[in-house]
């Protein structure tokens, strides 16, 4: 697997880990339970090289901190807006798998305005 590097952003209850390469229309990897951004690492080098992508690990998962003792979905759907928002992204396709796919349906439904595809 090839290797990306990690970068961190914080926010009020959540240091979130993320890696971002490349230009161009933006795409960020959502992972399923248990995962991690690092199973996105050989896409986002390969298959999606004309892209600028991010991969997160979202809360409780990855390199991602926060002190939370239960996750929600909704609570991480959530976690990416308020990411998008402090990266200054106004407009993002979404890849979600397994429970990344779900909270990409909620990102969708509640801020369609910010989630192209």
């Not at 090839?2 to 959540?14: I, K, M």
């Not at 960020?28 to 004309?50: C, M, P, T, V, W």
């Not at 609570?75 to 397994?98: N, P, W």
Request: glycine share 8%.
């Amino acid at each position: 697997m090839n290797s990306l590097p990690t970068q961190y952003l914080d926010l009020p209850d959540l240091r979130i880990a993320y890696c971002e390469t490349g230009s161009g229309a933006t795409i960020i990897f959502l992972h399923g339970n248990s995962e991690s951004k690092r199973i996105f690492a050989d896409y986002q080098l390969k298959d999606f090289a004309d892209f600028h992508t991010i991969a997160l690990d979202s809360r409780g998962h990855g390199q991602s901190q926060s002190r939370d003792l239960a996750l929600t979905i909704p609570q991480m759907s959530r976690d990416v807006i308020h990411f998008c928002e402090a990266k200054g992204i106004q407009k993002t396709h979404l890849v979600g798998y397994s429970d990344g796919g779900n909270i990409a349906l909620l990102l969708a439904k509640h801020a369609p305005q910010l989630f192209d595809r």
